[in-house]
C-alpha cells in the first residue's frame, strides 16, 4: 500500500535557527511530489512541486528537495510568520495523492 | 495559481437539519473535485470523490446518504450534510486538480 509519512510531528525552532522537515513515502509510481502550507483554520497553501531526483526548488525562506525515497523541507533563517502545519502530498498516478501527516512547526521569537 | 472558493466559511445549525457547503474553482474547470474533513490538529481525511456529471465515489466509512455529494457543473461541487448531529462539526475542505490539487479556505461547521 502506498504510504507517505513525516517526521517530525512537531518541531519548535527560534526565529533564526534553520532546520529540515522530512517526507518519506513508499509508492508503486511517482508523478510528482507535492508541499503545502497549512495555517490553522484555513485549506493548505500550495508551495512547491518535484517531479524527479535531484530536483529543488526554492521560494523564500523554503527550499524543497527530492530523492528516491524522500523529501525535505529546509527552512532558512525561520521567522514567526513561518509557523504552520507543512504537509507533503504524492501524486502515485491515482486519482488523488496520498498525504502526509504533516509536521507542526512553531517558530518562537 | 488556480484558485478554488467554498462558501461559507463558517456555518452553525441545529441538530438534526441539513447544511450545504459550496465548492467553486473560480478560474479553471474541474471535472474531479475533493471533499476532506479535518480534525483539530489532525492531516486530511478524504471523504469522498465528486465527479462532473456523475456519481461521487465515497472512502470507506463515509455515509454517502448523510454527505450528499453533487457535481453539477465544471466548476461547482456541493456537499450537503444531511440531518446534521454534534458529531458531524469539523473543518471541511474542498479540492480541485489544475495544474497541482488547489485547496478551498475550507468551511467551520459547528452543529448545535
Known amino acids: 500500500e502506498d504510504q507517505v509519512t513525516q517526521s517530525p510531528e512537531a518541531l519548535r525552532l527560534q526565529e533564526g535557527e534553520s532546520s529540515s522537515l522530512n517526507c518519506s513515502y513508499t509508492?508503486?509510481?511517482?508523478?510528482?511530489l507535492f508541499w503545502y502550507r497549512q495555517d490553522p483554520g484555513k485549506g493548505p497553501e500550495f508551495l512547491f512541486t518535484?517531479?524527479?531526483a535531484g530536483e529543488e526548488k526554492e521560494k523564500e525562506r523554503l527550499k524543497a528537495t527530492l530523492t528516491k525515497k524522500e523529501s525535505f523541507l529546509h527552512i532558512t533563517a525561520p521567522k514567526p510568520e513561518d509557523s504552520a502545519t507543512y504537509l507533503c502530498?504524492?501524486?502515485?498516478?491515482?486519482?488523488?495523492?496520498?498525504f502526509g501527516p504533516g509536521t507542526r512547526l512553531s517558530v518562537l521569537p | 495559481g488556480a484558485v478554488v472558493s467554498q462558501h461559507p466559511s463558517r456555518v452553525i445549525c441545529k441538530s438534526g437539519t441539513s447544511v450545504k457547503i459550496e465548492c467553486r474553482s473560480l478560474?479553471?474547470?474541474?471535472?474531479?473535485m475533493f471533499w476532506y474533513r479535518q480534525f483539530p490538529k489532525k492531516s486530511l481525511m478524504l471523504m469522498a470523490t465528486?465527479?462532473?456529471?456523475?456519481?461521487?465515489?465515497?472512502e470507506q466509512g463515509v455515509e454517502k446518504d448523510k454527505f450528499l455529494i453533487n457535481h453539477a457543473s465544471l466548476t461547482l461541487s456541493t456537499l450537503t450534510v444531511t440531518s446534521a448531529h454534534p458529531e458531524d462539526s469539523s473543518f471541511y475542505i474542498c479540492?480541485?486538480?489544475?495544474?497541482?490539487?488547489?485547496f478551498g479556505p475550507g468551511t467551520r461547521l459547528t452543529v448545535l
Open positions: 509508492v508503486s509510481g511517482l508523478r510528482g
Open positions: 479540492s480541485a486538480i489544475s495544474d497541482t490539487q488547489y
Open positions: 518535484l517531479y524527479s
Open positions: 465528486s465527479n462532473e456529471g456523475s456519481k461521487a465515489t465515497y
Open positions: 502530498a504524492v501524486d502515485n498516478y491515482g486519482q488523488n495523492f496520498v
Open positions: 478560474d479553471f474547470q474541474a471535472t474531479t
